[in-house]
């Protein structure tokens, strides 16, 4: 069930990287043909790369956590029993689930802030991009409670197969 739900969020998650991606390689295509071919350049690309790129940056932050390349302190960790390695597993995925909780908070308030127009795409909201913040935190947030369950499944001795 959790690696169904895991498959899931990650599928979704893949799926946005791969059209944020691809509209940037349009985009800044685009805009070489443009400016070198035609001598005119799109104004906006900049802009709007600049913050898609940011946009990646936050939602790759569930990528982490879902591939476990997070940082750690393996080189403690590893050399503990199993019973303290679960005593880390909780007191790191609880810390870091409140940090995600406080970030989601606080990104949200910001995007709430950034209501304003681009300056070079007048009917664009910057919060549009910014948004992605808080959406990259509650992804990285499902990670982490996957995590913690299956931690009290170790602790119980019921781990998924």
Same mark, same amino acid.
Request: charged letters at 15%.
């Given at each position: 069930?959790?690696?169904?739900?895991?498959?899931? =969020?990650?599928?979704?998650?893949?799926?946005?990287?791969?059209? =944020?991606?691809?509209?940037?390689?349009?985009?800044?295509?685009? *805009?070489?043909?443009?400016?070198?071919?035609?001598?005119?350049?799109?104004?906006?690309?900049?802009?709007?790369?600049?913050?898609?790129?940011?946009?990646?940056?936050?939602?790759?932050?569930? &990528?982490?956590? *879902?591939?476990?390349? *997070?940082?750690?302190?393996?080189?403690? &960790?590893?050399?503990?029993?199993?019973?303290?390695?679960?005593?880390?597993?909780?007191?790191?995925?609880?810390?870091?689930?409140?940090?995600?909780? &406080?970030?989601?908070?606080?990104?949200?308030?910001?995007?709430?802030?950034?209501?304003?127009?681009?300056?070079?795409?007048?009917?664009?909201?910057?919060?549009?991009?910014?948004?992605?913040?808080?959406?990259?935190?509650?992804?990285?947030?499902?990670?982490?409670?996957?995590?913690?369950?299956?931690?009290?499944?170790?602790?119980?001795?019921?781990?998924?197969?």
């Amino acid at each position: 069930m959790l690696q169904k739900l895991e498959r899931i =969020v990650y599928q979704v998650q893949r799926i946005f990287f791969i059209l =944020v991606m691809a509209f940037m390689l349009v985009v800044l295509s685009a *805009h070489v043909v443009m400016r070198f071919v035609f001598n005119s350049p799109i104004i906006w690309t900049d802009e709007v790369i600049t913050m898609l790129q940011g946009t990646l940056a936050f939602a790759g932050i569930g &990528y982490c956590f *879902h591939k476990n390349q *997070h940082t750690e302190l393996s080189i403690v &960790y590893d050399r503990v029993p199993k019973p303290v390695q679960i005593l880390f597993d909780l007191i790191t995925n609880g810390v870091m689930l409140f940090c995600c909780g &406080y970030m989601i908070k606080y990104s949200w308030a910001f995007t709430l802030q950034k209501n304003i127009k681009m300056n070079t795409i007048p009917w664009m909201k910057q919060s549009w991009i910014y948004c992605f913040i808080t959406v990259g935190f509650v992804v990285a947030s499902c990670y982490i409670i996957l995590r913690l369950v299956r931690v009290f499944q170790r602790m119980m001795g019921k781990e998924e197969g």
